[in-house]
């Protein structure tokens, strides 16, 4: 273990994808480190759909925490394959897959589904490092560090706390006061159970991979999950308020139907198979981003991961992917840096993180924009042949 966290207790708010690696990575240096996550226990909540882990991010911090051998067993073989179609159903491109050559290849962007990878993070935990059940309230200086109290009236004391607590962190603002910015585009998603059965068309259109339907500024992302469910998001370009104030009613599938057959009126009316049935279920995603040259000053106590560093839309499908990288990072700098003290280490993390986070947040804003651009189409033909750069939609 690095002289830095010798005899100190680290907190870990948060047990997403990004603060579950950090307590494995800090686990394994020996660290005394706990993950206090605000679900009761791992089944409380669906977890969101497939991602596509890269090879430079995802995958890097998954090889680090000696976790590589066991998401091989969990990874969907082929659900890395991607199709093209227009609005009327025509296939612009079929069945593209992100390489040929599987693990090892950087191109090779094997997909996992949210609950399979956030259990094999769990799992890779000592149970007495996990806490569940513990919301996070608020905290206050104690000493170096914090003593941290959560909803359930339980409280904890740290030398470090690191804050992935999501977009909507809390912890962030104990360092910044630093607002997101709406993308200026906003969607619905869609869970539709049962697809094969309920909508077995586009289901058979997906190929158990992604699918992306798009034309004149409308889009529908789709993406399969190894549980049957296919989950899509329908993208407009809209002002901010736009979906609080549409009158779309998000409990009703009628009322979501009607502005769908209003809203895509020019598309194939075979679409509307994906309404067929009442396993359906819809939530709202307004699309925020934090500022490219965002920044704060380090403090030696408290850093922050993950979306609740640097949210960005899911138009580059590299929300995981940063969190994961973060959490490598941040490891790297308090547990084989050389900084002097926790300070410097959290501040060589943090501006490391700041540079990376600002290059992803451009892309993700660039692919935001063209994907509800009226020559979206194009866009997306361009970004799959390699003409556009950009990545695939990470539905969370």
């Known amino acids: 273990m690095n002289e830095l966290l010798k005899g100190k207790k680290v907190a870990v708010i948060g047990g997403g994808p990004g603060g579950l690696m950090m307590g494995r990575l800090l686990q394994q240096a020996g660290v005394n480190v ?10 409380v909540r669906q977890q969101g759909s497939t991602l596509d882990m890269h090879y430079d991010t995802g995958l890097k911090a998954i090889t680090t925490a000696g976790l590589l051998d066991e998401f091989k067993k969990l990874y969907r073989k082929g659900a890395d394959r991607s199709s093209l179609v227009d609005s009327q159903m025509n296939v612009i491109i079929d069945d593209l897959v992100s ?15 949210r609950r399979p990878l956030r259990d094999m993070l769990i799992d890779a935990l000592a149970p007495e490092n996990l806490v569940w059940d513990s919301r996070f309230m608020k905290m206050s200086p104690q000493g170096d560090g914090w003593q941290i109290e959560f909803h359930n009236g339980t409280t904890a004391y740290a030398d470090l706390v690191i804050g992935a607590d999501g977009a909507n962190s809390k912890l962030r603002g104990y360092l910044t006061d630093i607002k997101p910015v709406y993308s200026g585009s906003t969607a619905i998603e869609v869970n539709l159970h049962n697809a094969q059965v309920n909508a077995p068309k586009i289901w058979e259109l997906a190929k158990g991979g992604s699918l992306h339907a798009l034309e004149n500024g409308k889009t529908l992302f789709f993406i399969t999950r190894c549980d049957g469910t296919l989950t899509f998001l329908m993208g407009v370009k809209r002002p901010e308020e736009w979906l609080a104030n549409s009158g779309i009613d998000l409990n009703s599938k009628g009322s979501v139907l009607t502005w769908f057959r209003q809203e895509y009126a020019d598309w194939s009316p075979r679409w509307q198979e994906l309404f067929n049935s009442d396993e359906i279920t819809f939530v709202s995603r307004v699309w925020y981003h934090f500022p490219l040259d965002q920044y704060w000053d380090a403090k030696p106590n408290l850093t922050i991961l993950g979306d609740a560093a640097h949210r960005v839309p899911p138009y580059a499908g590299e929300g995981a992917n940063q969190a994961l990288a973060d959490a490598l990072d941040l490891y790297e700098a308090l547990c084989l840096g050389q900084s002097k003290n926790l300070l410097e280490a959290i501040s060589s993390y943090e501006q490391k993180m700041f540079r990376r986070s600002a290059q992803i947040t451009e892309e993700s804003v660039r692919n935001t924009e063209g994907f509800h651009s009226r020559n979206n189409l194009q866009f997306l033909m361009d970004m799959f042949s390699g003409k556009q750069p950009g990545g695939q939609v990470d539905i969370n």
């Open 34 to 43: 706990k993950v206090y996550e605000r679900d009761f226990d791992r089944n």
């Open 99 to 113: 390489a040929e050559n599987g693990f090892g290849d950087e191109a090779f962007r094997p997909e996992i589904d």
